[in-house]
């Protein structure tokens, strides 16, 4: 069998040695990297090749098997007989950890002995070209080479991955095998989940996307992982990507995972290799983060020390293990005095399944399609509750700045970031001068403010280069996560650039570098991190996007509500190339309706197929009533409060139980659940609060006692209108007090524009207004049938669920009667 690995994995692999070293080392964005490519061959004579693809096969196993390694060498001058390897940075490169420096030299090398192998030199010189992309200057390092050192090199490296490459090779094949015999781990599929099992086999085997709308309850989650796995060894895939939108979804995909792996037999076969498939789950990393008041670097964290010299060893024993979860690995981590985060991170390659959230994949820079690209991964990707997507995306491509952090900057800041920080203010109010009302959107981005903040990067970047050393403590701990959070780092390139739970973190390090000052590095890095990032928004701003600009007070500069904003309206210039770049992705939820909606704004191919999966549930089991007499409009709520009380007070006191009862907002919930309150006192109610934490949450639904009787209140679109299961008598009914279409106001009018300018004017409204309002009631209906077994009736409250174009969003196996 013949095991393809590419030149820089190779290296990174071998060449690898000493401190994990994530010091701050800010680093050009993707599209600044092709650009100092471009400018270095720009000054090369005439005849200079560039991106010249170079392999080369050694055999292995007495040549049972072979080691195939690729990759494009950046450029090659042939008349000075002189291959190089060109990286851009932001920094001189003896700056660079010499754990960088040396992988670097290894790469190039490793070209250089392919070179000379294709077209038989016998000596060569090497050269590491080190282009700063600020400075526009070339650092050029050479070393002259006789081809049998270079070859020497290269073997020496390839005997280090060979034994490993052996054993990858062989669990392969035994993984194929097993998967090839695989039976599903049920007696039979349940009602509707054969069609979605088959449907997404064949998207796996076609290469093509599917967008799958199958009802709760028939198994999605086995409905999905069973067949894309079946389809493996046919369709000669790497990974399988499950990405979830929520925590409960990664756990119900691992528990099926489970499920499908008990049914294996995972004794060792002649090689050693265990055959179940290889399950890693990807976690955030301030839940990971063991020490979270140290910096990623040797000199600050024990798990950063020497953690190259022993990964070898953790990385055998986890995938040895099979199971990868984020107790598995955190385990095998602290037992080698390794980080569990970054280790996680090296696991990807060597996975054949990984779980993880949306973002991992679908960010801006994010791990698995880095790794997916870079490495020419074949994958399928699962995509579970893919309505949850758009939003999700659009908040991915979507960043702030507050001038009011600009502000403090300027007075507390250093003196080059001072100054820095008044040109961006004055920028600011350039832009808004003629600005006369609170908000404002603005479809082109000025290149004053952009400019301005350009400055204000380099001279923070400044600023923490050289403070680096005098940080300690957490002020140095929220340096390191900053590095992570915001750099594509030498460590690992494939890193997401920023996660938003990163953010969070960094925000509870506010005044920790220097406790006692009103204003510490802890702000200035703060302040960066948004900046980068709004910057590499800036970088790719166009019509899928606005600029908002809210002001607030009369000091709008000092005023934390003034705002800047660069919304993402439709993700799918973004997420396009993530569709393109997988074998097969699948698509599945309860609610997908209309599927052309999720096929536009997501960027799906035009030949994306569609299923709509029968729902297992008779009619009869539930009974959906619309209450044509009743607005629920904005300026009709006071008014509806009256007849809304009564209608549920009569169906309570009709059969007994426990219900959820959903509203737009938290006023309108409040104002609706005293008056009932107030009228009815002998029914027990509970209501969702503002802001609950987790233990408020588990506290709201534990009240859904079997055979208990009482109303919660909810608001749709939160934590309790899905991703919660209330089977059985702990819900009998729900009534929907709203079409869930969003608020009108000027931010969501610019959506609605937008969407017209990209899908045409006759779906703007529906694309931004009514289609995300009925996926909402469909979702929350959803949680009064949960199996085939469940009984339960719901109200629809207001005039327009009446409306045949309303109607018909709705589910078809729904018997609506008025």
Same mark, same amino acid.
């Given at each position: 069998?013949?095991?393809?690995?590419?030149?820089?994995?190779?290296?990174?692999?071998?060449?690898?040695?000493?401190?994990? =070293?994530?010091?701050?080392?800010?680093?050009?964005?993707?599209?600044?990297?092709?650009?100092?490519?471009?400018?270095?061959?720009?000054?090369?004579?005439?005849?200079?090749?560039?991106?010249?693809?170079?392999?080369?096969?050694?055999?292995?196993?007495?040549?049972?098997?072979?080691?195939?390694?690729?990759?494009?060498?950046?450029?090659?001058?042939?008349?000075?007989?002189?291959?190089?390897?060109?990286?851009?940075?932001?920094?001189?490169?003896?700056?660079?950890?010499?754990?960088?420096?040396?992988?670097?030299?290894?790469?190039?090398?490793?070209?250089?002995?392919?070179?000379?192998?294709?077209?038989?030199?016998?000596?060569?010189?090497?050269?590491?070209?080190?282009?700063?992309?600020?400075?526009?200057?070339?650092? &050029?390092?050479? &070393?002259?080479?006789?081809?049998?050192?270079?070859?020497?090199?290269?073997?020496?490296?390839?005997?280090?991955?060979?034994?490993?490459?052996?054993?990858?090779?062989?669990?392969?094949?035994?993984?194929?095998?097993?998967? =090839?015999?695989?039976?599903?781990?049920?007696?039979?599929?349940?009602?509707?989940?054969?069609?979605?099992?088959?449907?997404?086999?064949?998207?796996?085997?076609?290469?093509?996307?599917?967008?799958?709308?199958?009802?709760?309850?028939?198994?999605?989650?086995?409905?999905?992982?069973?067949?894309?796995?079946?389809?493996?060894?046919?369709?000669?895939?790497?990974?399988?990507?499950?990405?979830?939108?929520?925590?409960?979804? #990664?756990?119900?995909?691992?528990?099926?995972?489970?499920?499908?792996?008990?049914?294996?037999?995972?004794?060792?076969?002649?090689?050693?290799?265990?055959?179940?498939?290889?399950?890693?789950?990807?976690?955030?990393?301030?839940?990971?983060?063991?020490?979270?008041?140290?910096?990623?670097?040797?000199?600050?964290?024990?798990?950063?020390?020497?953690?190259?010299?022993?990964?070898?060893?953790?990385?055998?024993?986890?995938?040895?293990?099979?199971?990868?979860?984020?107790?598995?690995?955190?385990?095998?981590?602290?037992?080698?005095?390794?980080?569990?985060?970054?280790?996680?991170?090296?696991?990807?390659?060597?996975?054949?399944?990984?779980?993880?959230?949306?973002?991992?994949?679908?960010?801006?820079?994010?791990?698995?399609?880095?790794?997916?690209?870079?490495? *020419?991964?074949?994958?399928?990707?699962?995509?579970?509750?893919?309505?949850?997507?758009?939003?999700?995306?659009?908040?991915?491509?979507?960043?702030?700045? #507050?001038?009011?952090?600009?502000?403090?900057?300027?007075?507390?800041?250093?003196?080059?970031?001072?100054?820095?920080? #008044?040109?961006?203010?004055?920028?600011?109010?350039?832009?808004?001068?003629?600005?006369?009302?609170?908000?404002?959107?603005?479809?082109?981005?000025?290149?004053?403010?952009?400019?301005?903040?350009?400055?204000?990067?380099?001279?923070?970047?400044?600023?923490?280069?050289?403070?680096?050393?005098?940080?300690?403590?957490?002020?140095?701990?929220?340096?390191?996560?900053?590095?992570?959070?915001?750099?594509?780092?030498?460590?690992?390139?494939?890193?997401?650039?920023? *996660?938003?739970?990163?953010?969070?973190?960094?925000?509870?390090? *506010?005044?920790?570098?220097?406790?006692?000052?009103?204003?510490?590095?802890?702000?200035?890095?703060?302040?960066?991190?948004?900046?980068?990032?709004?910057?590499?928004?800036?970088?790719?701003?166009?019509?899928?996007?606005?600029?908002?600009?809210?002001?607030?007070?009369?000091? #709008?500069?000092?005023?934390?509500?003034?705002?800047?904003?660069?919304?993402?309206?439709?993700?799918?210039?973004?997420?396009?190339?993530?569709?393109?770049?997988?074998?097969?992705?699948?698509?599945?939820?309860?609610?997908?309706?209309?599927?052309?909606?999720?096929?536009?704004?997501?960027?799906?191919?035009?030949?994306?197929?569609?299923?709509?999966?029968?729902?297992?549930?008779?009619?009869?089991?539930?009974?959906?009533?619309?209450?044509?007499?009743?607005?629920?409009?904005?300026?009709?709520?006071?008014?509806?409060?009256?007849?809304?009380?009564?209608?549920?007070?009569?169906?309570?006191?009709?059969?007994?139980?426990?219900?959820?009862?959903?509203?737009?907002?938290?006023?309108?919930?409040?104002?609706?659940?005293?008056?009932?309150?107030?009228?009815?006192?002998?029914?027990?109610?509970?209501?969702?609060?503002?802001?609950?934490?987790?233990?408020?949450?588990?506290?709201?639904?534990?009240?859904?006692?079997?055979?208990?009787?009482?109303?919660?209140?909810?608001?749709?679109?939160?934590?309790?209108?899905?991703?919660?299961?209330?089977?059985?008598?702990?819900?009998?009914?729900?009534?929907?007090?709203?079409?869930?279409?969003?608020?009108?106001?000027?931010?969501?009018?610019?959506?609605?524009?937008?969407?017209?300018?990209?899908?045409?004017?006759?779906?703007?409204?529906?694309?931004?207004?009514?289609?995300?309002?009925?996926?909402?009631?469909? *979702?929350?209906?959803?949680?009064?049938?949960?199996?085939?077994?469940?009984?339960?009736?719901?109200?629809?409250?207001?005039?327009?669920?009446?409306?045949?174009?309303?109607?018909?969003?709705?589910?078809?196996?729904?018997?609506?009667?008025?």
């Amino acid at each position: 069998m013949n095991y393809t690995v590419s030149v820089r994995a190779l290296c990174e692999f071998t060449a690898r040695e000493g401190d994990l =070293d994530l010091q701050f080392a800010p680093v050009p964005t993707a599209l600044e990297g092709i650009a100092g490519h471009a400018a270095v061959r720009s000054r090369r004579p005439k005849g200079y090749e560039k991106e010249i693809s170079l392999e080369d096969t050694i055999e292995l196993a007495g040549g049972r098997h072979t080691l195939h390694v690729r990759g494009r060498a950046d450029g090659y001058d042939a008349h000075r007989q002189q291959i190089e390897e060109i990286k851009t940075c932001r920094r001189p490169p003896e700056m660079l950890p010499h754990n960088h420096r040396s992988l670097h030299w290894a790469q190039a090398r490793v070209y250089g002995h392919m070179l000379c192998k294709a077209r038989g030199l016998a000596r060569l010189r090497v050269a590491l070209v080190y282009y700063d992309i600020d400075q526009e200057k070339e650092t &050029v390092l050479e &070393v002259q080479h006789e081809a049998s050192e270079l070859a020497t090199h290269f073997h020496a490296l390839c005997a280090r991955f060979a034994s490993w490459a052996l054993q990858e090779t062989e669990h392969r094949l035994c993984r194929n095998r097993c998967l =090839d015999a695989l039976r599903f781990p049920f007696p039979a599929m349940r009602a509707g989940q054969r069609q979605l099992a088959e449907a997404a086999y064949k998207a796996a085997l076609q290469s093509r996307c599917l967008l799958a709308q199958a009802p709760t309850g028939i198994g999605k989650t086995l409905g999905t992982l069973f067949p894309v796995l079946k389809s493996m060894p046919r369709a000669e895939l790497d990974k399988v990507f499950f990405l979830t939108a929520k925590t409960p979804g #990664r756990q119900l995909a691992l528990d099926g995972l489970a499920l499908i792996a008990a049914g294996i037999d995972t004794a060792d076969d002649a090689a050693g290799s265990k055959p179940a498939p290889r399950v890693l789950e990807l976690t955030a990393r301030e839940k990971t983060c063991e020490h979270p008041d140290k910096a990623c670097h040797g000199a600050s964290c024990p798990l950063a020390r020497g953690f190259y010299d022993r990964l070898p060893a953790a990385r055998s024993e986890a995938v040895a293990a099979g199971r990868m979860d984020k107790a598995a690995v955190r385990a095998v981590a602290l037992s080698h005095g390794l980080c569990p985060y970054w280790l996680s991170h090296d696991l990807t390659q060597w996975a054949d399944i990984i779980v993880g959230d949306y973002n991992h994949y679908f960010d801006m820079n994010a791990l698995l399609r880095s790794l997916t690209d870079n490495r *020419q991964w074949r994958v399928a990707v699962l995509v579970d509750e893919a309505h949850n997507l758009p939003e999700r995306a659009r908040k991915m491509y979507s960043g702030a700045l #507050r001038p009011s952090a600009l502000l403090a900057a300027q007075r507390h800041g250093p003196g080059n970031v001072r100054k820095a920080a #008044r040109a961006a203010l004055k920028a600011c109010q350039h832009l808004y001068r003629d600005q006369t009302t609170t908000y404002q959107s603005y479809t082109a981005l000025p290149e004053r403010l952009s400019g301005a903040l350009q400055v204000l990067s380099a001279a923070l970047t400044d600023h923490v280069e050289t403070g680096a050393d005098r940080l300690q403590g957490p002020g140095q701990a929220a340096l390191a996560l900053f590095d992570t959070a915001t750099s594509r780092t030498e460590h690992h390139p494939e890193t997401s650039s920023r *996660q938003p739970h990163d953010k969070r973190k960094v925000q509870h390090t *506010q005044g920790l570098a220097h406790p006692g000052t009103p204003y510490s590095d802890a702000d200035l890095l703060r302040l960066h991190f948004d900046i980068l990032h709004f910057l590499r928004l800036a970088a790719c701003f166009g019509p899928h996007s606005v600029l908002d600009v809210t002001l607030a007070g009369e000091n #709008r500069l000092n005023d934390a509500g003034t705002l800047f904003s660069l919304r993402n309206l439709v993700p799918a210039p973004f997420l396009e190339p993530a569709f393109r770049i997988s074998h097969s992705t699948v698509l599945f939820s309860a609610t997908l309706t209309p599927w052309d909606f999720y096929r536009d704004t997501l960027g799906l191919p035009d030949d994306t197929a569609w299923v709509d999966v029968a729902s297992p549930f008779d009619a009869s089991q539930l009974h959906v009533r619309i209450a044509r007499g009743i607005s629920t409009r904005y300026r009709d709520r006071r008014q509806s409060i009256t007849p809304i009380i009564r209608l549920m007070a009569k169906q309570y006191c009709t059969k007994p139980g426990n219900y959820l009862s959903y509203f737009s907002s938290f006023d309108y919930l409040e104002q609706v659940a005293d008056a009932f309150a107030l009228r009815y006192p002998d029914i027990p109610v509970w209501m969702q609060a503002r802001n609950m934490d987790e233990a408020a949450r588990d506290r709201f639904l534990q009240r859904f006692t079997a055979g208990g009787c009482g109303i919660g209140f909810a608001v749709l679109g939160g934590a309790f209108a899905e991703g919660i299961d209330l089977p059985g008598t702990r819900l009998i009914g729900a009534f929907v007090s709203t079409l869930g279409l969003p608020q009108y106001n000027d931010s969501n009018e610019q959506l609605r524009q937008c969407m017209e300018r990209f899908f045409g004017p006759e779906r703007g409204h529906d694309y931004a207004y009514l289609y995300p309002g009925l996926r909402k009631v469909v *979702q929350a209906a959803g949680r009064v049938i949960r199996s085939d077994t469940d009984s339960g009736v719901v109200h629809l409250i207001d005039d327009r669920y009446a409306q045949p174009r309303v109607r018909a969003l709705l589910p078809r196996w729904w018997s609506v009667r008025p």
